[in-house]
């Protein structure tokens, strides 16, 4: 393996990961489980900030705008109005592309530093409505009874679903002349612009994308969660941790969201009886791993041995 990883051996792979996480919750502790189940969600966000951040070159700091409406609709209709919370959750997510239509002419004014206040603005701001909005019930802790009844199991395969649709939805992307565009508007976008990419309707295009499945991975957390609040839907922790896994993983890779997704929860879960440590550590490490490999974990393997599974190379129709 040179380059890139020979297919049958990405097949092998691919095929083992894929049987080992069916039988998995039928073998595994109740412990494993549920942490298996936070890394599968965590990394479903990650891929989705990589997808903004690392190919598209719109670096955010408000994808908890999107994992807060996902997770007040997975509450409100479940609890108030009886929807079945998987329904409760797509209409969460069609909430948030819907959202994300609505401000993208104004965000879309904004480029780098720029977007990235811009986003955690509209997210901050989005706090503070639902602090104060009667129909959610403002500032109120709601636990969320819906979920109380579902399985370990149940959770983990919801979790594994959200997770293998969040990598295929990047894939496919990526693999597309959607894919070309958007990496040439990430290294330069009057470039792109010269070569005839539609630079507005492609930023959209993966931004509607991004917010709705931000949306449907925001509800699935919260069903694992089983509690919300404001300051816990819109927490700018959600948008620290997409870009600590990110970062550390290996930024414009499919692989690299992965790797920091399994890093994340297990230092998080290690460092769990040290409250108020846990940032800390993850401070450290995300400097150590930037010092000593600059492209991510991913990203320097890939450089240096030519191992990759999931490629991002388009296929031109």
Not at 5 to 16: D, G
Not at 118 to 128: H, T, V
Not at 249 to 260: D, F, H, Q, R, S
Request: hydrophobic share 55%; charged share 10%.
């Amino acid at each position: 393996m040179t380059k890139s990883t020979k297919p049958t051996v990405k097949y092998i792979i691919l095929a083992v990961i894929a049987a080992v996480m069916i039988i998995l919750p039928f073998v595994a502790g109740g412990y494993a489980i549920s942490t298996i189940t936070l890394i599968l969600i965590y990394m479903a966000m990650g891929q989705m900030w990589n997808l903004m951040g690392g190919y598209a070159g719109m670096l955010s700091l408000g994808m908890q705008a999107f994992i807060g409406i996902g997770g007040y609709m997975l509450t409100i209709l479940s609890i108030n109005y009886g929807v079945n919370i998987y329904v409760a959750i797509i209409i969460g997510a069609v909430i948030c592309a819907l959202f994300g239509l609505a401000v993208s002419p104004a965000i879309f004014k904004m480029s780098g530093v720029y977007f990235a206040i811009g986003s955690w603005i509209i997210a901050e701001a989005l706090q503070m409505f639902f602090s104060n909005w009667e129909w959610v019930g403002k500032a109120k802790d709601w636990g969320i009874k819906t979920v109380y009844g579902m399985s370990s199991t149940q959770l983990y395969f919801t979790a594994l679903i959200i997770g293998v649709l969040a990598v295929l939805v990047v894939y496919r992307l990526l693999r597309s002349k959607t894919g070309l565009a958007l990496m040439a508007i990430r290294d330069s976008a009057s470039a792109a612009e010269v070569m005839g990419v539609e630079l507005y309707k492609t930023k959209l295009k993966v931004y509607v994308i991004t917010c709705f499945m931000t949306g449907l991975i925001g509800g699935v957390m919260f069903m694992q969660q089983g509690y919300i609040n404001p300051g816990a839907g819109f927490s700018i922790n959600w948008t620290i941790a997409m870009t600590f896994m990110v970062i550390i993983g290996g930024l414009g890779t499919m692989e690299g969201p992965i790797v920091g997704a399994i890093l994340y929860v297990v230092i998080v879960q290690i460092m769990y009886n040290f409250p108020g440590m846990s940032m800390i550590v993850l401070g450290i490490i995300a400097i150590a791993v930037i010092m000593a490999a600059p492209d991510g974990i991913m990203g320097t393997l890939y450089n240096k041995t030519g191992f990759q599974i999931l490629s991002p190379r388009r296929k031109i129709e």
